[in-house]
């Protein structure tokens, strides 16, 4: 079973940064892609920032030069470091793993029980 596990919201002032991390377990492929999506009240969930295994990144224009995605395949984990908070970043954020199934991994789209982000004046 894949599980992930989001941890580092809370509240933040805005300006400020702030790291989010997941942690999975189980199995996941060094070719999964690796994302954090979040949802803002009345709002749909909305991809933040994704990272593939060959490293490559893709970010919502909302966040790109404030927020950065990494991964550390090694310890099955994504971060998601936020710089220069807005106020709109406030939203609850989920860590997302997608991967094929293979003779040795879970295929599937998983998702973590997300971390809230409030960015306070």
């Known amino acids: 079973q894949v599980q992930l596990e989001e941890f580092g919201g809370g509240l933040v002032q805005a300006g400020g940064s702030q790291r989010l991390s997941c942690t999975a377990s189980?199995?996941?492929?060094?070719?999964?892609?690796m994302g954090w999506y979040r949802q803002a009240p009345g709002e749909q969930r909305e991809l933040v920032a994704d990272?593939?295994?060959?490293?490559?990144?893709r970010y919502a224009d909302s966040v790109k030069g404030r927020f950065t995605i990494s991964r550390d395949n090694a310890k099955k984990r994504v971060y998601l470091q936020m710089n220069s908070l807005k106020l709109e970043d406030t939203a609850v954020y989920y860590c997302?793993?997608?991967?094929?199934?293979?003779?040795?991994?879970?295929?599937?789209?998983?998702w973590g029980q997300g971390t809230q982000v409030t960015v306070s004046s």
């Open positions: 990272i593939s295994g060959d490293g490559s990144t």
């Open positions: 189980g199995r996941i492929s060094t070719n999964s892609l």
């Open positions: 997302n793993v997608q991967q094929a199934t293979t003779p040795f991994v879970r295929g599937g789209s998983f």
